[in-house]
């Protein structure tokens, strides 16, 4: 398997958030197009410390998915990364 190509990990916490900020703002104008009220506040400086924290938030792709994620997030949802959905449901590699 020679085509296969290693992710690189997030592991610094400033890396982390602005990945995902920069991935809310991008995903912004396709789900508003599809009727998702997007937030006009910043996100909840527990879910910034979670993405910055957490092991689960090393990849880029959980941190773009929880940007994904967030227009439709409840306050109470369990995070993406807790959940282990991304590594158990997805088949992702986490």
Same mark, same amino acid.
């Given at each position: 398997?020679?085509?296969?190509?290693?992710?690189?990990?997030?592991?610094?916490?400033?890396?982390?958030?602005? @990945?995902?900020? &920069?991935?809310?703002?991008?995903? *912004?104008?396709?789900? $508003?197009?599809?009727?998702?009220?997007?937030?006009?506040? +910043?996100?909840?400086?527990?879910?910034?410390?979670?993405?910055?924290?957490?092991?689960?938030?090393?990849?880029?792709?959980? @941190?773009?998915? &929880?940007?994904?994620?967030?227009? *439709?997030?409840?306050? $109470?949802?369990?995070?993406?990364?807790?959940?282990?959905? +991304?590594?158990?449901?997805?088949?992702?590699?986490?």
């Amino acid at each position: 398997m020679a085509d296969i190509i290693p992710v690189s990990t997030l592991s610094a916490r400033q890396k982390r958030r602005d @990945v995902f900020l &920069e991935s809310a703002k991008a995903f *912004g104008p396709t789900l $508003a197009a599809q009727g998702y009220l997007i937030p006009t506040t +910043a996100p909840s400086p527990d879910l910034v410390e979670l993405i910055e924290r957490q092991d689960g938030y090393t990849r880029p792709l959980t @941190v773009e998915m &929880e940007a994904l994620l967030w227009p *439709g997030a409840v306050p $109470a949802r369990r995070r993406l990364a807790e959940t282990g959905l +991304a590594g158990n449901n997805l088949g992702f590699v986490l």
